[in-house]
């Protein structure tokens, strides 16, 4: 333990090692003001989706398209045909899916220009979307499967689909294969 003695040394020690400093003439408290938070864009936010829901249509009409029957086929102009095939066979690991059941078309359309956006910026190169069959639907046909091929159709960064392999999702979801 350090008894009255040895604190007296210690302060002559620290007198003497600071016998020749000056006092700073600064005032005695510097005043900081809080920062200030960074505004949020709401509009450039609304701007944003409002340009993810205009960049798919539901009126869309594909020039061109592969469908066999029921099963979604697609492979963008310029890209070889096997693709289709590698697709289909599960040639690729699925990185990111999404369920669209339950969501009417304009949520869903927007859930999958966002979900393709985000995809991109992660550099995700395959992903399955589910849209589901149908059987919950007035009718019991499938709304969404039709829109979703042609919000498809509608993206660059998309280079082919195909219909899900059954152990996938069969005819209720489609693997889709996104630009490098």
């Known amino acids: 333990m350090a ?4 604190d007296d040394d210690a302060h002559e020690l620290f007198r003497a090692a600071v016998k020749d400093a000056r006092p700073l003439n600064a005032p005695r408290r510097l005043h900081h003001p809080p920062a200030r938070p960074k505004p949020v864009p709401h509009q450039f936010i609304r701007d944003e989706r409002q340009a993810l829901l205009d960049s798919l249509s539901d009126h869309y ?34 990185q ?13 359309r927007l859930y999958v220009a966002s979900f393709l956006a ?23 046909e499938p709304v969404l499967k039709h829109k979703v091929r ?13 219909q899900a392999r059954r152990e996938d999702g069969g005819s209720g979801a489609v693997i889709v294969l996104l630009k490098a």
């Open 61 to 94: 009409i594909p020039a061109h398209e592969l469908e066999n029957g029921e099963e979604l086929l697609y492979l963008r102009n310029g890209h070889a045909p096997d693709i289709l095939s590698k697709l289909r066979r599960g040639h690729w690991v699925v």
């Open 150 to 162: 042609n919000w498809l159709m509608q993206k660059d960064e998309v280079i082919a689909y195909a």
């Open 3 to 6: 008894g009255p003695e040895q």
């Open 118 to 140: 985000d995809c991109k910026k992660r550099g995700i190169r395959c992903v399955r979307i589910v849209h589901g069959k149908g059987l919950g639907s007035r009718n019991r």
């Open 96 to 108: 990111a899916a999404i369920d669209l059941h339950g969501l009417v078309a304009d949520e869903a």
